[in-house]
């Protein structure tokens, strides 16, 4: 199989090429190489270096194509609202111009990195009203360390439940309307052209090649470079906000299966998880302890658009693609205290693709 990879020099794009790669499949990996996500080596050995928004060049790549596995994209809260052209730009643009790219080339099978962060708040269920939406978080509530949401209806007390690909979406950040955007680009892509689409909504990806040292970096790099600093790691809110944390080579792999199989309906989101939700306060109090560093540091407040708790169902993988994460969280984390991870760098060592590429 010959795969288009869209920034397949970035955390989760470049494992995926690699596997590719090591399961006998031809890859044509494609980065912009935003200088936000990448060291001065990209890991991928034969990148052509150019940016999705270039049409002309992604007609030059397609030819040949038998699959595309789009993981380009900004990712991360940004910095505030100034981010959001650069947001739109990149994810939403970006797709529309390789799904018409895609269409001119008569590529009919997509693997799009979408997120958990589509969803907003998780599921939840109220003793009274059943599974129901939680009210909006209060700032005078943050501020006095009431932090669990609750229900809409009574003002009742939630319970956290498990999240299914059919729960509603709510996005509360630029990077999540973005990437919900995705989505409905490629859906209607699909219904248009007669494509098929695995949206594969990621939830908290860490490991190896993870960028670090960027105010775009997931939570597993920030305490991971605040440790390796000799300082203690902040923990918002309580630290019992529950997530799921997976390793990026279960996202590669459950990529690998993505593109070997082909969805029943024209559009197909499903939850890459490890099915072991644990707290943001276990994640820095394990990776402390496996680097002999200080003890996290809880400070309370809230970040803009955090949620509280988002656990997914991790069913449909299983069902459908089967996949069932691999890497457990104590052993993934702490092989993620020495894991190589890469700072924000120039760009370099790549080559401008010429009329010839792909």
Known sequence: MRV?????????????????????????????????????????????????????????????????????AMVGHGL?????????????????????????????????????????????????HGLTRPAPRAEADLAAGRFDPACARCGGTLTPELVPEDAPLEPRSTYAATKLAQEHLAAAWAR??????WALRYHNVYGPRMPRDTPYAGVAAIFRSALAAGTAPRVFEDG???????????????????????????????????????????????????????????????????????????????????FTARVGFAAGVAAFATDPLRAPATLAQVRTPSRGDG
Request: glycine share 12%; proline share 6%; aromatic share 2%.
């Open 4 to 72: 288009l990879v869209t920034g397949a020099a970035g955390f989760v794009g470049s494992q995926i090429a690699d596997l590719l790669v090591g399961d006998g499949h031809e890859v044509v990996a494609l980065d912009a190489l935003l200088p936000q996500a990448h060291g001065a080596e990209p890991p991928t050995a034969d990148l052509v270096r150019g940016d999705v928004r270039d049409g002309n060049l992604l007609d030059r790549l397609l030819p040949g194509v038998d699959a595309v596995c789009h993981q380009a």
């Open 80 to 128: 505030d609202p100034q981010d959001a052209p650069d947001y739109a730009a990149h994810n939403d643009l970006g797709t529309a111009v390789l799904l018409a790219a895609m269409h001119r080339a008569g590529v009919r099978r997509l693997v799009l990195a979408s997120s958990m962060v589509v969803y907003g708040e998780g599921r939840y269920r109220c003793v009274t």
């Open 192 to 197: 248009q052209t007669g494509g098929g689409v």
């Open 240 to 322: 019992d906000q529950r997530r799921d944390f997976v390793h990026v080579t279960d996202v590669a792999r459950a990529n690998l299966l993505a593109l070997g199989a082909s969805p029943a309906e024209p559009f197909v989101p499903v939850n890459v998880c490890s099915g072991e939700p644990h707290t943001v306060g276990d994640l820095a109090r394990t990776l402390a302890a496996a680097m002999a560093g200080p003890e996290p540091v809880v400070v309370g407040g809230a970040r803009a658009a955090d949620v509280r708790h988002v656990v997914a169902d991790p069913r449909r993988a299983t069902e459908l693609l089967g």
